[in-house]
């Protein structure tokens, strides 16, 4: 996991639309919540995403931008968004490039871990969180972490 104080790498990926995002867009004008999930439609990235979603007022707020990231394709991405109508972009990292970039390791060999980072405005790391279970506390971590963010 990326270190606070570490630069944010800035890659382009497919959203679920199949258009290309740069992540350094989503700190462009405010903080950015970047949040890693293993696998789309599954029973804790479900509630994760939906726990996102429902904080997404909160956090548009305070003028961040929430970005979800999966190795799913374009297609599982798409259909997770549409079925649990989620408001933010959430990228597709088929060929490992923002796992990697962003030392998001696999559990075992098989499940991504859960990571959420809070990047400022200038594309450094300020908050990192690492729970694979706690689902709804990344987003309590992304909302402190913001609002912290906003007292400085």
Known sequence: MLRPGSPAPDLTLLDQLGRPFTLSQAWQHGPAVVFFYPKANSLVCTKEACAFRDAYTDLRAVNATVVGISRDGQEAQQAFASQWQLPFT?????????????????????????????????????????GLLGAQRHVQEALDAVGAQRKV
Request: net charge negative; glycine share 4%.
């Open 90 to 130: 959430l990228l597709c990292d088929t060929a490992d490039k923002a796992h990697q970039a962003y030392d998001v390791d696999r559990l075992l060999g098989l499940l991504s871990e859960r990571i959420t980072y809070v990047i400022d405005q200038s594309g450094v790391v300020r908050h990192a969180y690492s």
